[in-house]
């Protein structure tokens, strides 16, 4: 038997298989769970990162009176370490004669026959030395200071010895000028220097992330037709599916161009601005706990700089000079016979340093002069010897009465010329002789 379906064809129902339908119907929960875990997961990134930024600015605000401090005394620091830098090149450049005095005392030698009648210690500098070497004087010796010596000898013999003496020694070089006999007395003068070999000198070495756009509004539904409805009524689960699906489609696809990738780059500009408080709060905590021994650097720094500034006042205070010079000859034993002041040379100084030129003439015997000069080396006021010079004007006893003379510079500092020009770079200071240890008359 045949069945025949005589219904128009607008109201007979096709039978096709349900499998269409449920695909349909299981595009909805896909498309929601595709548009809900990606917002939620970005939302919950972008939360953390405000909330890590949150907690870092407070962190810093909450730091920014120790970071202030720091600053300060950074600052402060700096400035007491240009002058401390003055203080140690002044030191460190300071030679001290007594060491090269009984140096040379301790080498003369004993019962030779030779007198010193007068000797002058001074500073030899590079050029000179060099052009002595070339003539075979102190050559391969670093020779630094040179005492010049007028003396007599009862023989030639005696002369010979004392030549010898300091020849053969590799702490000493000799210069030999001239001998010559007295025929009245039958003396033999004579004048020398005497090269003193120096020690080789060390070396010294983001803006706020831009907030994106509020959700678009959800479109206003299409304004559905009776014809519209029956269209889609009239579609097999097939068709629909379809439809559905290129719905959702749209859907996903304008989520992600309009919310999705604005939230992503909301979420890189948080990084990166999380990156950059963190870079500055981690160098607010180590410059927090810095403080502490930044406090005790700048209060020796200051310590060094009151002990500075008292050796080297603002005012050249002669006063105080002739006042401590003369305590310092008459605790020697020694008599300051003349003291005059006359100008100092400026050349290698630090800036602020301006120098005070004096020459101090005085007479005592050997033990009492080189206690005096011992003692204006260590002076509380900072003061440098150049020269020294001392003769004898006649030969009476074994420990006679000298005559002296003391080139000596004091100096006065200027803080406010102190501050070195920018990009300047103070260069190391040589390194000084050791301090007076003790000689032998």
């Known amino acids: 038997m045949v069945e025949i379906n005589l219904l128009p064809q607008q109201y007979r129902k096709q039978s096709e298989p349900s499998a269409w339908r449920f695909a349909t119907y299981a595009l909805i929960p896909v498309t929601v ?58 030191r460190e450049g300071k030679t001290y004669w007594t060491n090269d005095l009984a140096a040379f005392t ?41 005492i010049d010596l007028t003396g007599s000898a009862s023989s030639q013999q005696a002369v010979v010895t004392f030549l010898r003496t300091f020849e053969t020694n590799p702490n000493f070089g000799v210069n030999f000028r001239s001998m010559q006999t007295d025929s009245a007395t039958g003396q ?72 999705f990738t604005p939230r992503q780059t909301e979420i890189s ?11 500055r709060v981690t160098t607010l905590r180590s410059n927090a706990q810095r403080v502490p021994a930044l406090r005790e650097e700048v209060a020796k720094l200051k310590v060094q700089q009151d002990e500075f500034l008292a050796a080297l006042p ?40 301006r120098p005070i030129g004096l020459n101090v003439a005085v007479s005592g015997r050997f033990a009492q002069l080189f206690q005096m000069l011992r003692s204006v080396e260590t002076m509380s006021r900072f003061t440098t010897v150049n020269n020294v010079a001392l003769q004898l004007p006649t030969a009476t006893t074994f420990d006679p009465t000298l005559e002296g003379t003391l080139a000596l510079t004091v100096y006065t500092f200027d803080p406010a010329q102190a501050t070195p020009a920018a990009g300047e770079t103070p260069q190391a200071p040589d390194a000084p002789n050791a301090a007076p240890a003790g000689g032998t008359q």
């Open 33 to 90: 769970a595709a548009l809900l875990i990606p917002e939620v997961m970005t939302a919950t990134r972008a939360g953390d990162l405000r909330k890590q930024i949150d907690s870092l600015n407070g962190e810093a605000t909450a730091l920014a009176p120790v970071n202030r401090e720091y600053g300060q005394l950074t600052t402060e620091k700096t400035q007491l370490e240009q002058i401390t830098a003055i203080a140690n090149q002044l």
């Open 269 to 279: 500009n948080l990084q990166g601005e999380l990156d950059t408080i963190t870079t």
């Open 106 to 146: 301790a080498q003369l030698p004993t019962g030779s026959g030779v007198a010193v009648k007068s000797m002058t210690i001074k500073a030899l500098d590079a050029n000179a030395l060099s052009s002595l070497q070339q003539t075979g004087v102190y050559s391969g010796k670093n020779v630094g200071r040179e």
């Open 188 to 259: 033999y003068s004579f004048s020398a220097s005497v090269g003193i070999v120096q020690e080789a000198t060390a070396t010294a070495s983001a803006t706020d992330p831009a907030t994106p756009g509020s959700a678009p509004a959800a479109p206003a539904a299409p304004a559905g037709t009776t014809q519209g409805a029956a269209v889609l009524t009239k579609l097999s689960p097939r068709n629909l599916f379809f439809v559905a699906l290129g719905v959702c489609l749209i859907i996903l696809a304008l989520y992600f161009t309009m919310r």
């Open 314 to 353: 603002q005012t050249a205070n002669f006063g105080g000079v002739l006042d401590e010079l003369r305590l310092t000859t008459s605790a020697a034993g020694a008599t300051m016979n003349s003291f005059t002041v006359q100008g100092g040379n400026t050349a290698g100084l630090p800036a602020g340093v």
